[in-house]
């Protein structure tokens, strides 16, 4: 008896090793096959519900403003009791805020899809978005419904997405299979948009606020991050932040040059930040008036990239923005921005998260100490 009791035990453990080494084989194989999307979604996402994962808000704003979790992560499983809660505290799209993520917090589920739509709505320039809308808008009343958006959702996905490597298609669709299709059929930001029961329609005007106030809530993020309570970062400060998701090699040298030509700190306000990145988010369109210089064997000036990215986004950027971008691109010190030294890295720049990410070493200035000091009391 004691006999067959060892070997049913045994047999009970071989079957679970084999289950935890296939289950471990699955995940290495993914992260083998998964874009680096796939992956940093992985990373950040802390919630598994009928085995897919999602995110909360709180792991996408960190997903977007961070290199790494800030702690390790376990996937928590939610119950369909827990689930039913959160979507039931879900605030509709009226009452949006610039800090709607930061106030939900834990309480929501983002799905891969709408990871990659959000990831969308912070990097691409808003008129892309009132063209969708209005393909869909066949009756001109600038609504789209639940089945509509979801489609128009699934659209922006798939122009986010990477193209994957031929041959590994079946491989990847495979495992992701589990892990990245959403099984649900409400989400948070489906029920924001369209209610509690899904019948709502959903506006342009209410959807083109709710992109105004997710880019505005990153950015807030980042700049409060490095403010410390006060109205305006330093111009290095500044530079950290437009060279961190770059593949510069050599950042020094742009913040050495930056010192010794802006020697008086002025300070970067929170709308000169904010309408910087909004002309970033329209880069392609800049990138035509630049290259028209570059055709002509032209660099441009304070004056001319000013003009530009005003004609080609209709965003106004302040001369001292304008002086401190040309200061930490302007490597050459000839006063003039050439389309390799400004438009190759910002492309970089753009791609958040999706490239090596260099943490820059923070050289600590006198007029920074006393901010930090004066906050700090």
Not at 301 to 320: C, I, M, N, W
């Amino acid at each position: 008896m004691e006999a067959y009791c060892y070997q049913q035990l045994h047999s009970i453990l071989r079957s679970n090793i084999e289950k935890v080494t296939e289950h471990r084989s699955d995940l290495e194989d993914l992260h083998l096959y998964a874009t680096p999307r796939e992956q940093r979604f992985r990373r950040f996402a802390s919630l598994e519900f009928e085995g897919q994962l999602y995110m909360t808000p709180y792991d996408f704003i960190q997903s977007v403003t961070s290199d790494e979790p800030k702690h390790a992560k376990k996937w928590r499983s939610l119950s369909k009791q827990e689930l039913n809660q959160i979507l039931m505290e879900t605030p509709p799209v009226w009452k949006g805020s610039s800090k709607l993520f930061r106030n939900l917090n834990e309480k929501g589920v983002i799905s891969y899809t709408e990871y990659l739509f959000l990831l969308c709505i912070l990097t691409k320039p808003h008129a892309g978005f009132r063209i969708a809308f209005n393909m869909f808008d066949t009756d001109g009343n600038e609504m789209v419904d639940k089945k509509e958006f979801l489609v128009l959702q699934e659209i922006f996905r798939k122009k986010n997405e990477k193209r994957e490597k031929r041959g590994d298609e079946e491989k990847r669709a495979m495992l992701r299979a589990d892990d990245f299709s959403s099984s649900l059929s409400d989400t948070t930001l489906l029920v924001h948009f369209f209610g509690k029961k899904g019948k709502a329609e959903l506006n342009f005007e209410d959807f083109y606020r709710f992109m105004d106030n997710l880019q505005t809530e990153v950015l807030e993020i980042e700049f409060l991050s490095y403010s410390n309570g006060m109205n305006t970062i330093s111009e290095e400060d500044f530079a950290h932040i437009l060279l961190r998701y770059t593949n510069v090699e050599n950042t020094s040298s742009y913040l050495e040059n930056m010192r010794c030509s802006i020697p008086e700190e002025k300070g970067i306000t929170f709308e000169e930040f904010r309408s910087f990145f909004q002309f970033l988010n329209n880069l392609e369109d800049f990138t035509i008036a630049m290259q028209m210089y570059n055709f002509a064997s032209r660099s441009i000036g304070q004056d001319e990239f000013k003009r530009a990215v005003y004609v080609a986004t209709g965003v106004k950027l302040s001369p001292h923005l304008v002086n401190t971008v040309f200061k930490i691109f302007d490597v050459d010190r000839d006063d003039q921005l050439s389309y390799k030294e400004f438009i190759g890295i910002m492309k970089d720049r753009l791609n958040r998260g999706f490239r090596g990410y260099k943490p820059i070493q923070r050289y600590t200035t006198f007029k920074s100490c006393v901010r930090k000091e004066l906050y700090s009391r």
